[in-house]
């Protein structure tokens, strides 16, 4: 792979692929509206505004493929989603299609499903029901990659990601934790497959609880290798156990499907 | 009912039902960003442009009933969706969260699933397949009304509409039509139906060809009663046989999956 | 068909049956633990304690069919439940299989599905949600059957009935209504059937609103003729409108899912 | 259309349709290895051996489409199955894909599923069963089936017919019954449609009693019009009843399932 | 967790927990009909009739959870499984709703579904089929516990136990043998969940030959850790080869969907 | 066991288990038409001509199990496929059917199913979707073996084999590569356990990429050892990348999906 585009480089999942995937391509092109570290070996940075379409035309020329963290990952007002996340992902699938189709990685998210309870396993089929707005514009990007596959060729994993940190920071990540280490073996095995199609997958490590089936991963060749389980002794003492009547624990969504609207 | 709100009254659909509800509410409350005529006995004209959020925040208080038809119903220019469909159907909602919380018929689309092809059965559990920006713009409006019944209690029937119209217009809709009275029997099953909670449905009336299963309209007690068939002898006539290796007949959306993007 | 034995045949669908089956069989034995009228021609009338066994192998004596509507048929405390529906449904089968293995019609009920919302369409593989202890009984009456099937090839239609009267008696039966004439056409269809293994069904009229798909009815060649619609105006002049906060119009058992505990 | 191949045209299918499709083609190309009636206007009549590759390739030329009734229709020894349905059939699509690729209308049975039960109610996704070395032979039509459509471009419906007679023959037909009207008009309705693809269907007219779900056959338009009613007194007065310890009565395949090997 | 109530505690499966689970509470409460070790520390030990609600009563007071195990745990006459199995569970989830609604494990069995045969894959959906009216005690306990939860908020997890032992004694237990360390696991993390809701499970270890899908169990993090396969052969030098016509063999309950009533 | 008749023994994979099942039975009864190499102690040769019904009833005696291999087992001239794969097979079902009906391997084949795209994750229900007449082959083959158990009680396991090889041949066996010493424990499994009706199974190796779920191979206790990964390096240096929009690359099948017809 010569050029591979990470968007979004500048914020947490992004620092992890720019350090994680250094070498993988001869180079990554890293782009954020944010502030970034000047570029080293093998690295172009590239500030952008996804909303800016011109720019993002530009942003998208060259790559062999392209890792989609960029827009807002958190729940925030609607007009910015409209911004960042609706007419941003829009402008990098244009930038795609017209520059040549390569295969994008979108970083979809558990709170495009957040609304199902703990005690249901989902699995790629299961119905969408986001618990916030940023879930809403997940399903989008999840329909806009069924639709520029199926039309244009512009191939997508989306991926349902749970929560990337160096450790889970609370009891319900021990369930939705995915290592950086499987990440990053996550997204050589989307760009190294001959073929994907549009397939949605959740990212998530081994993790002794777990609520997602990921079977089809072995389609593309994934396995993780992590568990938050060596975290599970120091997550528990760290934090009181759950309330099984707060919806933050009844729903998988935690925080996002308990709490209200944003601008309330 | 005391006040029912049609969005897009000035529209096809909006026409139809402007007439057909007549007296169905105390209270037609007819708005449109177009001309419309004149309030008549039974209703208010409430001209609103959907992308003006406080507007539509006037637009729909006191309502017992929302038909959101309002927005772009035909291929567009993604900035053009952004406006009249991302952002007037979150306006929208909004507003119905903050005005009591009246059910909403969304007018949802088949070409949120056109991508299928026409020798496939669907129901309401098939994967969402959308067949162009417009289709995005429905699957999107699902997503949201399913966030809005989970988090706000806000009521939905997101209706797949086939093709309404006086008659089918083409050999496709002999298996899309929707009559206009079925249109009208179905709007009021919606309202009439003591619970619904979000379903998806398929608006499309008794047609002997069908690719869609609509079994559960009976949970709301919606039973079609016209068929296309009546006008098949005049449309086959009209039309020319069908292609079967021409995009627009393989996949059920039509036109809509066969031409390529807007805005090329 | 010599003798077909109602159990139940002093309650309200025991009247039903021994008047429309008049004439099916050359004898009705019709047994209750209640008073009933004297036995009229063709009619063997004996009375019989359903929890006492030698009097349940007596009664089930030279049957070629059983209808088993006896037990308890609302909500009750469990010691009572115990005795009328537990026992005595054992002490039924275990006559059956004592004494030639005759088909049972088993009357189950909606009631073991009740906790089901009345916005999902179930079918005869749904999961089981009893809403009483009533219910409860029904479950386990249905497990009975298919174990003395799969055991001792004493075949079962396991019937979950929803409201049997002369016409619905509230809103909710408008959807759970199963006219007297349907119910009759159901037992001849259940008996003349050459074989039914242990089928699980639903006893429902073609209502316009439905919550149960019962496609299968025809393995047996049983069709509906008849719908509550016709009661419609009457029932919903009669009845105040339903709330749907209420648990008895979100749950498909209605009062039953939403009343408390029997005893307390 | 102007020319459709119909082969086995000298059994019961096929005068059924030489018949029922009078004017549906301007010519009708009949075929058969027995003798048939001489041509009459707007037919050909083209003797021919299935197992003959050359005279099939013939016979498959200017056809713009074919149903194939061909072969042997009952229980056989392999080595006439082997030639009859194993090679005639390969032959007639060879024939058909060198010969312009008309649709076929292939005759399956519902012996490639007659080992299920008749409580089981089965559908076009329904787990194949033949009950018979024969129905192996349809089993492999509908796998030949697939496999030219999916590389060739060669449409099929595969039909699991019934029983297609005047009326039913024993009580067994009164679920598999097929009128002839009900034929015929689906034959129109497969060489109408504008796109099949390779479809599963099952060819059974609106019986009272009815093991097959057929739901999908709106797909191309199809209703049957008929039904075994009409018919059941007379059956049952003719036949004595069934025993459901009969292997001929549990199974759906009838006497295929029940009897032993055909040449012992 | 402070005090956990187990029942049946003088049986094989409670003498394996209250050794196993000592020190996973501060107090583990002892229960059974029959004679039980004297309480040592950190235990009480509260001989109990579970068909005496007044008792039972006393005895689930002030528990943090509850293990189930109590009742007849074989085939047994009807009249012993009505007062253990069905007054006594009852007696149980009444004396829990009252006293403060723990969680509760209910040991449920494999004969719950033990008429499917070993060549069938079940999962938590399947198809209840008892092989014993023992069998059918456990349908009755999984309906009664979903309806705890349903209406009355009471958690279960409903466990089918295939054979718990030091390690299995017949060729069948390679099959359903769980051992008594991952049983142990399995009590401390159904417990240990933050939410349970009403599930089903499979108590199984991780056998080479296995009939059940267990995968939802890593919902509460469940992994069981032995194999039966380090006995195979030893058991299989033991036992002689098993007849595939034996209904033992044939169907999962083994044994108990082969023998005939248990009172004849 | 005392003789395992092995057909097609003189084939890569008759050498793979005339090696590896050395010591399994008494006898390992070896079987081709090639020339193969002479008996060793315990070992019988038998050259045999399948198509030869006589000889094959001759080389079906005294077997307690076959694995039948023989056959051609690539594409070919459907005349040739006719004697040795539809004619041949049928022989073999018959000389077991009429010879105490051993327990048969069917080595189906990956071809059977070779139409799926590689993004399908298939299992023992999916669709057959044949990609040669080889395949056709190989789906009459599982159909006549559902035959003969339903209704002759001889049980097959239709195995669907991937690639077996030393190690993969090119970058689509990393996917489909079974390892001889799998194959091996494989065929152990099918003839150790105690029944298996028939069943549909995949043969491939616990490869990292994988498009065939096999979750049901432990209901005969078979767990893959060996992994194609090993290799990944060696094969992906050694072959070109895989061009997504080659149909060798698109389906399952590779090669065999995406050559036209053999006598072409």
Redesign the interface.
């Known amino acids: 792979m010569k050029r591979l585009l990470i968007t979004g480089a500048a914020g947490n999942l992004g620092k992890i692929l720019r350090e994680g995937l250094k070498g993988y391509a001869d180079v990554l092109r890293l782009s954020d509206i944010a502030p970034m570290d000047p570029a080293g070996p093998g690295e172009e940075v590239v500030p952008c505004d996804l909303s800016d379409r011109a720019a993002v035309h530009e942003l998208t020329k060259d790559c062999d493929g392209i890792i989609h963290l960029g827009g807002i990952s958190i729940e925030a007002a609607?007009?910015d989603l409209?911004q960042a996340n609706?007419?941003g992902t829009?402008n990098l699938y244009?930038g795609a299609?017209k520059n040549g189709k390569p295969r994008i990685l979108f970083a979809s998210s558990n709170h495009?499903i957040g609304?199902h309870?703990?005690?249901?396993?989902l699995d790629d089929?299961s119905?969408?029901?986001?618990?916030?707005?940023y879930?809403?514009t997940k399903?989008?990007g999840e329909?806009?990659a069924?639709?520029y596959y199926?039309?244009?060729d512009v191939?997508t994993v989306s991926l349902r990601i749970g929560s990337c940190f160096e450790k889970p920071r609370d009891?319900r990540m021990l369930s939705t934790w995915m290592s950086p280490r499987d990440f990053i073996s996550l997204m050589k095995a989307v760009f190294d497959?001959?073929?994907?199609?549009h397939?949605v997958m959740y990212g998530v490590s081994n993790?002794?609880?777990?609520?997602w089936?990921n079977?089809?991963a072995?389609?593309?060749?994934w396995?993780p290798q992590d568990s938050s389980d060596i975290f599970r002794e120091e997550i528990e003492a760290a934090f009181p156990?759950?309330?099984?009547h707060d919806p933050a624990?009844?729903y998988q969504g935690g925080g996002f499907?308990a709490k209200?609207?944003f601008e309330d």
């Open positions: 609607f007009d409209l609706f007419l829009y244009e299609r495009a609304f309870k703990r005690t249901t396993k089929k119905e969408l029901r986001p618990d916030s707005l879930g809403v399903c989008y329909a806009l069924s639709y199926d039309k244009f191939e009891r497959a001959p073929m994907t199609g397939l993790n002794r609880t777990k609520w089936s079977d089809h072995d389609l593309i060749g396995q156990a759950e309330d099984r624990v009844i499907a209200g609207h």
